[in-house]
């Protein structure tokens, strides 16, 4: 059947991943008379719409709600964890998939595991939900009100740092790193347990954050917002110069439509989101250029001397003995480091049995990138997608700082693991780029139009009044740190600009 779709609303979403599900959210606080469609080409996979299918207790409807999400690659093997992702393998994570062709040119790194989501929820139904702040370098220095923002984006993501505090090892962890890492540095840099936007149910389960938290019930309670998924924003249409809405393909049946609105806001990650952009004509000179990834090193050490104890509270899909911990960003040491129980690392497992449960450490560390303009996503007139959009080229490569700086990473995660315990392994090794999947740059947020940047502070489009744009692509910084709730955080911004001229003009 034919779905109906509104002729006209307020405002246009295209994904429903966090950052799209921010503005939703935030609209439907401080604006509930406006009328919202939100559009998604991906199905519904879990309920309540978008949350984190780690939230499933059945393996089996897991595994299915993850192939679903996984476009092109529904059904087709993915690496699960624990398993290794070495560099030169070619395979998803659960619920991505990959960019088939295009992700590397002759004479270039690329990205040879580019990836994306395409469900209710987006990566953020997928995700590890780490959520840290960032740092020196990393943060966007012309925001003022950049750690307001951030801790909205805690709000919204509902990020805790309790979750695993009932964790036998996690404590024991954070000791022996604070051992090497913590001297001369501030507060905040040192190590400490993760923000994740994580918390636990009364009766001691974990509860992954999706969408849905961000959507959250107000959203949901929202009579002014409806959510269609597999539905495909094919098109913005411009008017004037101004966002006037979009072309949508009803994936069911193949039908098109246009819904007209006074904004428009592409939250399609940040590979799609230029991709949307450029299909409909719009390219500014900055679109799809500063593509940057976080590099990942990547070791596993053993805690020999622990005891065996019970799991936490709540079983589930992970293990949760040693919780999740975090080394901070320095600009000095470039790297986000994420030190978490193997089961919820992609290390392989040893061999060398019994293992106490918990106590094989995971290690990895991500390395802010070099940023080039030239490291760019270049799209095709005639070649098509999956989707009919048009395809996409990464052109990537790494600079002699970048390589440097993984060096550096190899000879501190060395440090970090035999802190931590017992090395597995001789050395640490590299995941093949693209496997941080925390692409950003591509739609860049400036100070000023000064065609080095495609959006303002408010993340409207430069060259389109009423055309916003959200998602990790907005990120200006080379960060290290996993961007989600700094991109959450830019989504608040832009979503309470629109918010105020929506009801100014009511
Ligand atoms: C396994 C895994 C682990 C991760 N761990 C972390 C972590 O610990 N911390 C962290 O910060 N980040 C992590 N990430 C990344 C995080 O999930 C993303 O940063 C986040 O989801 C980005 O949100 P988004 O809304 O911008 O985009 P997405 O979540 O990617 O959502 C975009 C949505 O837009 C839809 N879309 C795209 N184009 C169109 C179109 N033309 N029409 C209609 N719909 C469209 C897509 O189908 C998709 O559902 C992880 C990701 C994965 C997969």
């Known amino acids: 059947m034919t779905r109906t779709y509104p002729r006209e609303v307020d405002v246009v979403i295209v994904g429903s991943g966090p950052t799209g599900a921010a503005y939703a959210r935030i609209l439907s606080e401080r604006a509930p008379h406006a009328t919202i469609a939100m559009f998604e080409v991906g199905p519904t996979v879990s309920d309540p719409p978008g949350s984190h299918v780690k939230n ?26 624990p398993g290794a992702v070495r560099a030169g393998d070619r395979r ?60 909205e984006g805690d709000r919204l993501l509902g990020v805790t740092t309790t979750a695993f ?46 969408s849905d938290v961000v959507f959250g019930d107000v959203t949901r309670a929202n009579e002014n917002f409806s959510l269609f998924d597999e539905t495909l924003v094919t098109g913005i249409l411009v008017e004037d110069g101004r966002a006037v809405g979009v072309s949508v393909q009803d994936r069911r049946d193949g039908s098109r439509s246009e819904v007209r609105s006074a904004f428009v806001v592409v939250a399609g990650d940040a590979l799609r989101t230029p991709q949307l952009l450029w299909a409909s004509g719009i390219r500014p000179a900055a679109l799809g250029r500063t593509l940057n990834d976080q ?29 999740v911990s975090w080394v901070p960003y320095t600009d000095d040491l470039p790297f986000h480091g994420q030190v978490m129980q193997l089961d919820a690392s992609p290390i392989p ?57 993984l060096e550096a990473a190899r000879g501190f995660i060395q440090e970090l693991a035999v802190a931590v315990g017992e090395p597995l392994g001789d050395r640490p090794f590299s995941l093949p780029y693209g496997s941080s999947l925390h692409y950003q740059g591509t739609t860049r947020m400036g100070a000023e139009d000064d065609g080095r940047s495609v959006c303002s502070r408010d993340s409207e489009v430069w060259a389109v009044p009423g ?27 832009g979503a309470r600009a629109i918010a105020e001229r929506l009801t100014a003009s009511a």
């Open 56 to 81: 499933i207790v059945d393996a089996d409807a897991r595994a299915s709600a993850q192939s679903a999400s996984q476009g092109p690659d529904a059904g087709t093997a993915t690496v699960s964890s």
């Open 92 to 151: 998803g994570r659960p619920g991505t998939f990959l960019l088939p062709a295009g992700y590397r040119v002759d004479g270039e790194d690329g990205l040879p595991v580019a990836a994306f989501s395409s469900n209710v929820g987006g990566m953020g139904a997928h995700w590890t939900a780490a959520c840290p702040r960032p740092g020196g370098l990393e943060r966007v220095d012309f925001l003022d009100d950049l750690d307001e923002l951030l801790a």
């Open 165 to 210: 505090d009932g964790s036998s090892f996690g404590e024991l962890v954070r000791s022996r790193l604070s051992a090497v890492v913590d001297e001369d540095r501030t507060p905040e840099q040192r190590v400490q347990r993760m923000p994740l936007a994580v918390h636990r149910r009364d009766d001691g389960a974990l509860v992954w954050s999706g």
């Open 295 to 323: 590099h990942q090193v990547v070791y596993a050490a053993r805690l020999r001397d622990v005891a065996p104890s019970a799991p936490a509270a709540g079983g589930g899909a992970l293990s949760e003995q040693a919780g």
């Open 349 to 405: 497992v040893a061999d060398d049995d019994p293992v106490v449960p918990g106590s094989i450490v995971g290690i990895g560390l991500f390395c802010a990138k070099d940023v080039q303009w030239d490291d760019r996503i270049e799209f095709d007139e005639s070649e098509r997608d999956w989707y009919g959009m048009p395809a996409m080229t990464l052109h990537y490569s790494l600079t002699d700082v970048d390589r440097d700086r």
């Open 467 to 493: 055309l916003f744009v959200a998602g990790n692509g907005v990120i200006p910084t080379p960060t290290a740190c996993n961007p989600t709730v700094t991109s959450v955080a830019f989504a608040v911004r």
